[in-house]
């Protein structure tokens, strides 16, 4: 077996963090870019540019100013003290909070396009059909809106899976808590355990080629709006 | 007139007003005509409450949907409309089927007046349910839509240039629905369109837009035969008559068609209809000429006894325009300005309009 | 004029391009990221007496390693350990005889809330903290170090839970001064300036409770022929530097 139980454990750990990570931007996410491809406020440029920040900063930067912030002196921190929740950071909990800042606009910038695909009208239609705004939102754009979810995703769990720089910033290295998959591939390295970072790079290799053969095949066929 | 639905709407768009007060009658057809950027779109969309007036009181059947005194606004859902779009709009993701019923599924089972079999008979779409949309030719298409307004057993339907989108032979395959629509249903019918045949097959009533203001509005019959408005200066002016089948010549191949609340009669080349169907017809102001005196041993059909409403000058200066009265059913004539001054042409003059040819419409 | 811009434009490319190689009294240093400081304080010193210019990389030292097998320019290595320049050695990628030690570690216990920390280290066993941060001992000797400490005191069940790993020296210090784990493993380097400790409370670790912390220089072969190399490398055998060093906490 090439690999061991701890690298297993990485592995295991990632794909937890991934799905929940992905599942928390796709809830939050989601009114977010519908804000973003509906609103005429003029908030909508603030708030898209700070979506997409992530996009544009280092890891390392974002991962800097979650460590300071969800520390004990942050004020994220002290609001998840004032809950009782004690300080995120080196817990599984900080690595989600990090991961979904990080992997954010990989999540809302493609619901964004979808549901700016979208237009008007369907919305339009919908509702001189009697249905309310809610009703509209599940029974046509969610639907309509099917391949950005699709997209937005498999980006999201994909980007959260080779996320190294937060991990390494707040993650403290725990195993089975904080040492996700690229951490332990680095450790390897550092450890010049050439063989096993080998062995796990290469899986990560074919699971993003697989990823992304996934989604470049979900977006043909994508349905137009007749 | 029993004003039903009633709306003051005014809109300001950067480079665009709206300012009307529209009174339309709570049954029939009823037309806002005018060119593009006349506002009739905007109204449609008021009424719909998909674009919200700034100033606007809206109510329909005696139901308020908008008074912007109160503040009140009523949304799009809640109002009994149904609407067709230019494009039909369906939901790509939805069978026709399940686009027809998308409405009708939201509406509480008592209000359900129209149903499912009804109205794919109605609109002739009963072979397409189990279909998707992206498969419809673009005629099916917008039958779907207009089934799927009805669906909604709307209070009134509000048809946004249906046609528009459609070439010549879908337009054909579309208007004898409309006109079934019409004739069959009781749900009142606002219909935007620039096209003036559209307009003369379909409206009872007409509402005409020109940047934002209502230039006229009443009964068709009326609004097209008169003067001061833009439309009898058209090279297709006319009036739209709705007479009433009467006798039949089945040797000739004569159809008498009785003019509304007179014994007056038009007669046309048509195969027998049961008497008492009404029938439309339109009769070009180019088509009809004057004469002081009624001349039996003309080729011409139709002779009317008329009196002369009023008169004025063609955008050509050799011409002249004349709205007649043919004992209540109104009439317009284009003759030229020698012949005016020949026959002495005065309003209140009495005499006869032989009129060329009459135009079936539909 | 018309060909002069475009002309001028690809001679201050080439130049650009070509400016490192030119000058050949520069040396490209990968320098263990403990020893940035006094590395910077160093190299003031070294430009100003020698007239060579040193040109420094910082990082962990299993990363320089794989970087320099893996045909990095760097021309002399200063480790944060001695198994990386002697496991370079064996494997051809340094210049013989040129290894030695540079400085020698000191581990403390560090937190940056004055009186924390006892200076006999008793309040690793008081347990009152949350988080103990240490380099991550497989790829760092002060994290190794760290281990062994803990593995002396008989602290290596009571503190599991609660180790929390840098990826190197300088993170594990990060943890602890913004305040995300109480205390930490630290360089002594990191925390000591003119001679004593600048902030917060510290155990300075005493040398027997673990290996000792050897650091090692090296030149390697890319550095062969550059006199700057060698220049370096003899300097920092010199009393200046070794003044130094000493002032950042390091032994000899």
């Known amino acids: 077996m090439p690999l061991d139980a701890s690298d297993l454990g990485a ?98 910038q493609p619901l964004q396009n979808a549901f700016s695909a979208i237009g008007e009208r369907p919305l339009e239609v919908a509702a001189t059909l009697r249905a309310s705004p809610w009703d509209c939102f599940f029974s046509v754009v969610l639907p309509l809106a099917r391949p950005g979810f699709i997209t937005a995703s498999i980006l999201g769990f994909a980007h959260t899976v080779g996320e190294f720089g937060v991990v390494l910033m707040i993650g403290g290295n725990i195993p089975d808590k904080t040492r996700v998959v690229s951490v332990q591939i680095f450790d390897h390295v550092e450890a010049m355990e050439y063989m096993q970072a080998h062995w796990l790079a290469g899986a990560m290799l074919v699971f993003s080629f697989l990823v992304l053969l996934a989604l470049y095949a979900s977006r043909r066929g994508k349905p137009a709006w007749s | 007139m029993s004003a039903l639905i009633q709306a003051r709407l005014q809109v300001a768009f950067d480079d665009f007003r709206l300012d009307v007060d529209l009174q339309l009658p709570g049954r029939g057809v009823s037309a806002l005509f005018g060119h593009s950027g006349s506002g009739k779109t905007t109204c449609l969309r008021c009424l719909a409450g998909l674009e919200r007036a700034d100033q606007a009181y809206i109510e329909v059947n005696g139901e308020v949907w908008q008074d912007s005194a109160r503040q009140y606004f009523m949304p799009p859902h809640q109002r009994p409309i149904g609407y067709v779009f230019q494009e039909a ?46 498969t419809l030719s673009g005629g099916e298409r917008q039958r779907v839509g207009i089934a799927r307004a009805l669906l909604t057993s709307p209070k009134v339907l509000l048809m946004d240039e249906p046609l528009a989108a459609l070439d010549g032979p879908r337009k054909r395959e579309i208007l004898p629905y409309l006109e079934r629509l019409h004739d069959q249903l009781q749900i009142p019918l606002i219909y935007v369109s620039h096209a003036q045949d559209e307009v003369a097959r379909l409206a009872d009533h007409l ?153 079936l419409l539909g | ?117 006892d200076d006999k280290g008793e309040v690793l066993k008081k347990n009152d903290y949350k988080h103990l941060s240490i380099a991550n001992p497989k790829a760092a000797p002060y994290g190794l170090a760290a281990t062994q400490v803990l593995a002396k005191l008989n602290l290596t069940e009571a503190t599991k839970g609660k180790l929390v790993e840098g990826q190197n020296i300088t993170q594990a210090f990060q943890f602890v001064s913004t305040g995300n784990a109480e205390l930490g493993f630290v360089a002594l380097s990191q925390i000591y300036k003119d001679g004593k400790v600048s902030n917060g409370s510290a155990w300075i670790v005493p040398a027997n409770l673990h290996d000792p912390i050897k650091q090692d220089a090296v030149i390697l072969n890319k550095g062969k022929d550059n006199a700057a190399a060698k220049a370096l490398v003899d300097y920092l055998k010199g009393p200046k530097a070794a003044e130094v060093i000493k002032s950042y906490g390091y032994e000899l």
């Open chain 3, 1 to 117: 004029m018309r060909m002069r811009a475009p002309r001028f434009a690809l001679t201050a490319v080439f130049g650009m391009l070509t400016l490192n190689s030119a000058w050949a009294d520069e040396v490209q240093v990968a320098v263990a990221a403990n020893f940035t400081a006094p590395i910077q304080a160093i190299a003031k010193d070294f430009e100003k007496d020698t007239g060579h210019k040193l040109v420094a990389s910082f990082g962990a030292t299993g990363q320089f390693y794989a970087q320099i097998k893996n045909g990095a320019p760097f021309e002399v290595f200063l480790s944060a350990d001695d198994t990386t320049p002697e496991k370079l050695e064996n494997e051809g990628e340094t210049v013989k005889g040129s290894r030695f030690t540079y400085a020698i570690g000191t581990l403390a216990l560090w937190s940056p809330k004055a009186g924390y920390v």
């Open chain 2, 89 to 134: 709009s369906l939901f790509p993701h939805l069978s026709v089927k399940n686009n027809l019923i998308f409405g009708w599924r939201r509406i509480a089972q008592h209000q359900r007046q129209v149903g499912l079999e009804h109205a794919c008979e109605l609109l002739g779409i009963s072979h397409l349910l189990a279909r998707k949309p992206d």
């Open chain 1, 11 to 108: 592995i295991w750990l990632t794909f937890k963090l991934a799905s929940l990570t992905t599942l928390i931007l796709l809830l939050i996410g989601t009114p977010i870019a519908w804000w973003l491809a509906r609103t005429r406020s003029w908030l909508r440029g603030p708030i898209g540019a700070i979506v997409a920040l992530p996009l544009v900063l280092p890891p390392t930067v974002i991962g800097f100013y979650l460590l300071i912030a969800l520390g004990p002196h942050g004020w994220l921190g002290q609001a998840t003290q004032a809950l009782g929740l004690g300080t995120v950071v080196f817990s599984f909990t900080g690595l989600v909070i990090g991961s979904v800042v990080y992997s954010m606009p990989f999540v809302v």
């Open chain 2, 207 to 359: 509402v005409l837009l020109e940047q934002g203001k209502v230039q006229a509005s009443g009964p068709i019959s009326q609004t097209l035969a008169r003067l001061d408005l833009p439309l009898a200066l058209q090279e297709d002016a006319g009036v739209v008559i709705e007479g009433e089948v009467d006798a039949h010549d089945a040797a000739y191949q004569l159809l008498d068609l009785k003019l509304p609340g007179s014994d007056l009669r038009l007669r046309l080349t048509h195969e027998a209809l049961a008497p008492g169907a009404r029938l439309r017809v339109k009769v070009q102001a180019r088509d009809v000429s004057l004469s002081l005196a009624d001349d039996s041993r003309s080729s011409i059909l139709n002779r009317l006894p008329v009196r002369v409403c009023a008169l004025r000058a063609g955008d050509n200066p050799a011409q002249m325009l004349v709205s007649l009265d043919a004992d209540g059913t109104a009439l317009l004539a284009r003759v030229t300005r020698y012949s005016s001054d020949q026959l002495g042409l005065h309003e209140g003059q009495q005499l006869w309009a032989q009129i060329k040819s009459v135009a």
